[in-house]
């Protein structure tokens, strides 16, 4: 939401006034301050404010408000009850009507039925809008991201919205007869392919798609036919051709961007070569997350912030390399300020080691990630049984018997194999 921002912890809400209503109104702009609250929680009360301030306008400029809210309110069924009645009504005057004929019509309904109070343009269009006639995605966007999406975290809901935003509301900004067919529909798929993206990308995009106008049609924003339903899918195998595969970085490899690494990337790639850990894992981890042993008093980590839920608390023994990098107390990793707008603490040094790994001459395949490769690669070459690798790294083990029914591998059972990790080019 563009009149939406987030400024030091507080979130704001601005709508600037049109230059000929300043004078009348009396300021240059609307401004509310609304504290700390959630994301969900702000876009729900901007929502009110801003309907409010442009009823405020539309009221100087000598517009009648709106009172279309009211039936875009109403469940989709009776919407369509509406619209079949306005349409069986028109059908009866003019069996060979167009959708301009049946919007003419439906506004002529409107203002009988006192739900506007004249029509104009803007009017037309909130009316073929509400009957799914001529649906502008649009204007259902937010509600979509808020009943939908409400349970996704903050990123993954921004990515849909700019996804939806850019890639199908840019394409289809009205869905009607005229724009909205079979055929265009298929052309924007094969443009998309077309693109360059990844088969990755591309299944993402049409997944969003896929569920946002299902969506619309469901709540009977659009009375078409869902004809995204209908494109060819990309398969995960489709996918996995295409995808460019992560390396592991060698020995030499670690070494290299050791010797390259400020004292900031340095402790990262230590804990990355030693632990295994997801960069944000890593980041995200303190001293209060360090636990002693009693079988033989030496520390291991308990992972407390994970991707999966196999990953979370699992239990890494912490290895000699790294027992001179803990700090007294805090962070484990000093990440500086680059602290997103997300809270993810790996933003700033992730994009630091990514620049530092690309001026060395490595590409896409090889990101921090890799550095879990390398790890798990030396546990296979230690011999470490599969299910004991798995409980160190957090993957979930493929099997009946110890993927379902087996407990976690004891934690002082893991040392003897997370001090088998040797890195053979010298790091010191």
């Excluded at 401004?31 to 009221?59: F, M, N, P, V, Y």
Aim: hydrophobic share 35%.
């Amino acid at each position: 939401m563009k009149n939406l921002k987030l400024r030091n912890g507080n979130w704001q809400v601005k709508l600037v006034i049109p230059a000929d209503c300043r004078e009348a109104i009396g300021k240059y702009a609307f401004t509310q301050s609304l504290g700390r609250c959630s994301t969900q929680e702000a876009e729900a009360i901007a929502h009110r404010l801003l309907g409010e301030w442009k009823d405020l306008i539309l009221q100087v400029r000598g517009q009648p408000t709106l009172n279309l809210q009211k039936f875009l309110d109403r469940p989709a069924s009776e919407r369509l009850r509406t619209l079949k009645a306005i349409t069986d009504e028109l059908n009866a005057i003019n069996p060979s009507y167009t959708e301009s004929d049946l919007i003419d019509h439906a506004a002529k309904v409107a203002v009988e039925s006192q739900i506007i109070d004249q029509v104009d343009t803007q009017t037309r269009e909130q009316i073929a809008d509400a009957l799914g006639i001529a649906c502008r995605p649009a204007n259902h966007l937010e509600e979509y991201v808020s009943i939908k999406l409400v349970d996704l975290k903050d990123r993954s809901r921004d990515e849909h919205r700019r996804v939806l935003e850019t890639q199908w509301i840019q394409a289809f900004p009205i869905m009607d007869e005229d724009h909205y067919t079979m055929s265009n529909v298929v052309a924007w798929w094969e443009r998309l392919h077309a693109s360059g993206k990844s088969k990755a990308t591309l299944r993402k995009y049409l997944s969003h798609t896929k569920g946002f106008v299902k969506w619309l049609c469901y709540r009977g924003y659009c009375n078409k036919e869902n004809y995204v339903e209908s494109l060819e899918p990309i398969t995960k195998r489709q996918q996995a051709k295409k995808q460019e595969d992560r390396k592991p970085f060698s020995d030499v490899d670690c070494k290299k961007l050791l010797d390259h690494a400020d004292d900031q990337l340095k402790p990262l790639i230590l804990f990355g070569m030693y632990t295994g850990c997801r960069i944000e894992e890593l980041c995200n981890l303190t001293t209060d997350d360090l636990i002693r042993c009693p079988e033989n008093g030496r520390l291991y980590i308990d992972v407390p912030v994970s991707k999966t839920k196999k990953g979370e608390h699992r239990k890494i023994p912490l290895h000699r390399e790294l027992e001179g990098l803990i700090p007294e107390s805090g962070y484990l990793i000093d990440v500086g300020k680059g602290i997103n707008r997300y809270g993810e603490r790996s933003a700033g040094i992730g994009k630091k080691f990514g620049r530092l790994k690309t001026g060395l001459g490595y590409g896409r395949s090889h990101v921090f990630h890799s550095l879990r490769k390398s790890f798990i690669d030396k546990l296979k070459q230690a011999n470490a049984p599969e299910e004991i690798a798995a409980d160190i790294v957090g993957h979930e083990v493929g099997t009946m018997t110890y993927g379902l029914y087996a407990s976690e591998t004891p934690v002082e059972q893991l040392f003897m194999w997370v001090d088998r990790v040797e890195y053979k080019a010298s790091i010191t």
